[in-house]
């Protein structure tokens, strides 16, 4: 059938390619279609007969009627038994933009899509990977070592229970037992401040960031962050439109940019305790600045607190959101070091005046659940395994660290330098600087051994140091000094310039 000059079979027979790789079916039922969209068949056209469409473009009948059939299914024809198949005055349900294309035009093909400016800068960015476990992953615990035979007696009783009300989603702010206990654990172990209300469950340190530069910041606001940082946290300010600024740390911690004084940030993130990667802590009096003038110039400060029980030698210190009189601090934290990353569960510990609206917030944006894991997170530190489980490991990633350090000094003595080593659960082993870490890592991944470059996680080129995060503490003592060797061997080659 024709409407005009337009001729379907004809038309078909410029588009249609059986050789292709896209199914016969599928092209043909998009060219009818789209010569529907495009006005090229009118309202009332009368189709070819599915016998007649099948001999002239050389295809089986029952691919035709299939085309038919789904075009009637989505409203495009309809077919009177006897009489054919007639076009759908579908005029109303298009956009008035739509207009007919020429008739000897194409068929119509929608506009290939793509990532956004910001997504492509996130994606570009990206550090994350698929591999998190083995000799030297950074930044895990070992899972191994998990108490598995309390958390299931737990977890049984609750099932047992027949706990209705903890599969539904959560309320605001999270499960309150579990609240209450994280308040009591954090005011013991971390000397943090806060009552339950003021604690929000979270999946982790990326959605206590996601929510606060939320509902504290505005796109373009200015934050600060530590130089080198945690490229999770950085890349998160970054795609969310926030001015970031790198402030260089020493080894009291964040020095305060003289530069920058004069134009405070809107927010201000850290890690005091333990800083991420290079380990520093920081010093009382630099704590003590900071928190100063966040109170002149009306800041907010992120404390990310994401590993500082594990501390060797001495007490963790205590926590910066402790020391805070003007309620500037929020303190972020998680349990995927001191438990496993698995579970995604986290806290943020806001000011009281902020209570209310992060818990409606977290609600609102992310449709929390997880109540029945937060049921038994909460019975699990009530009966004090959480504390158990932390001093024991705490002594085992200790260990770990020796043996891990003793394998650095047998092979390069003390011409490498080795940073953070003091706590956590990673150490940074500096390399020279015509060193390229990044090519380092690729080599070692090749041969079955896990590192992080160190030179990713800065933002300005001019600060960059070459060196490697080695995770000690998912490496059993036995396995630390044969991955090491294998290590030790790619760095000597890049350190020799014995590299293609």
Known sequence: MSSGSFTLADWLQQWLDVGAGEPAYRQLYRLIRDAILGNRLAAGDRLPSSRALATDLSIARNTVLQVYEQLEIEGYVTAAT???TFVVDISQDMPDAVAAAPAGAPPSQAPVLGLSPRGRKLIDRAGFSNRQWGAFMPGVPDVAEFPYKAWNRIQGRHWRRSPTELLTYAPAGGYEPLRHEVANYLNSARSVNGAAGQVVMTTGIHQAVDVATRLLCQSGDLVWIEEPSYWGVRNLLLSSGLKVVSVPVDDEGMCLPAADLSRPPRLIVVSPSHQYPLGMVMSLARRRMLLEYARQHGCWILEDDYDSEFRY??????????????GLVLYAGSFSKTLFPGLRVGYLVVPERLAGAFAVAVAELYREGQLITQSILAEFIREGHL????????????????????AIERHFG???????????????????????????????????????????????????????????????????????DVLATVIRRHVRGEIT
Request: charged share 25%; aromatic share 6%; glycine share 10%.
């Open 387 to 406: 504390s158990s489980h932390v001093r024991r490991v705490r002594n085992l990633y200790a260990e770990r660290r020796v043996t891990m350090i003793a």
């Open 414 to 484: 003390d011409s490498l330098e080795i940073y953070g080593g003091q706590a956590g659960l990673h150490l940074v082993l500096g390399l020279p600087p015509h060193v390229d870490d990044v090519r380092v890592t690729r080599e070692a991944f090749v041969r079955g051994v896990v590192a992080r470059s160190l030179s990713r996680y800065y933002m300005k080129r001019e600060c960059v140091m070459q060196g490697l995060l080695l995770g000690y503490a998912p490496v059993p003592i036995e396995r630390i000094d044969a991955a090491f």
């Open 82 to 84: 006897g009489r054919g």
């Open 313 to 326: 030698g001495s007490r963790p210190l205590p926590s910066l959101q402790g020391l805070d009189e003007s």
